[in-house]
T-cell receptor, first 112, second 114 residues
Framework: AQTVTQSQPEMSVQEAETVTLSCTYD???????LFWYKQPPSRQMILVIR??????QNATENRFSVNFQKAAKSFSLKISDSQLGDAAMYFC?????????FGKGTKLTVNP | KAGVTQTPRYLIKTRGQQVTLSCSPI?????VSWYQQTPGQGLQFLFE???????NKGNFPGRFSGRQFSNSRSEMNVSTLELGDSALYLC?????????????FGAGSRLTVL
């Protein structure tokens, strides 16, 4: 069964600095997608970024980028120039069959 | 276009009661998935419906059930509520069933069981 592990329950970063959230997963599949979702306080979950496993190039969306290491089954999220609005729970997710398997999440605090 | 709409947003029930939650997906989306979110267990998959058929089910007791209508709207029902059912119930929709597909989530229905 696919598993997703986020080893950092909480992280904090100073505004304008960079922070990296970690995620590891386990799968026997060779072709798949990985996702990072963001859940702001009392607001709905939204997609931050998606990575296709067969692509060597790491995905980037504005200030958000991933460091995808397929052999190590690692999928970390880097947030550059952190903003107060980045404060949220961040979930790494991996498709397990036709459902998403989520990590436990990392609570990111952005300090002004 | 309108996002995923979940109703009610908040509700309080007592043990033994039952509850029905509703989810209206994005127009054109045919897949609706339900997740339970709790502080202790995180996000856990309940079930997925596609074209009115349950395609996948998580590891939850039979008290949890759902259905999907011809317009893709979905409902989930929890009978004989227990204290442990207190959670945020999230609905998500997507156009097709796929491991590559991005899910669009609703704001959730927060259930409190007393």
């Amino acid at each position: 069964a696919q598993t997703v592990t986020q080893s950092q329950p909480e992280m904090s970063v100073q505004e304008a600095e960079t922070v990296t959230l970690s995620c590891t997963y386990d799968t026997s599949e060779s072709d798949y997608y990985l996702f990072w979702y963001k859940q702001p306080p009392s607001r709905q979950m939204i997609l931050v970024i998606r990575q296709e496993a067969y692509k060597q190039q790491n995905a980037t969306e504005n200030r958000f980028s991933v460091n995808f290491q397929k052999a190590a089954k690692s999928f970390s999220l880097k947030i550059s120039d952190s903003q107060l609005g980045d404060a949220a729970m961040y979930f790494c997710a991996f498709p397990g069959g036709e459902k998403l398997v989520f990590g436990k999440g990392t609570k990111l605090t952005v300090n002004p | 276009k309108a996002g995923v709409t979940q109703t009610p947003r908040y509700l309080i029930k007592t043990r033994g009661q039952q509850v029905t939650l509703s989810c209206s997906p994005i127009s054109g989306h045919r897949s609706v998935s339900w997740y339970q979110q709790t502080p202790g267990q995180g996000l856990q998959f309940l079930f997925e419906y596609f074209s009115e058929t349950q395609r996948n089910k998580g590891n939850f007791p039979g008290r949890f059930s759902g259905r999907q209508f011809s317009n893709s709207r979905s409902e989930m029902n929890v009978s004989t509520l227990e204290l442990g059912d207190s959670a945020l119930y999230l609905c998500a929709s997507s156009f097709v069933r796929s491991g590559a597909n991005v899910l669009t989530f609703g704001a959730g229905s927060r259930l409190t069981v007393l």
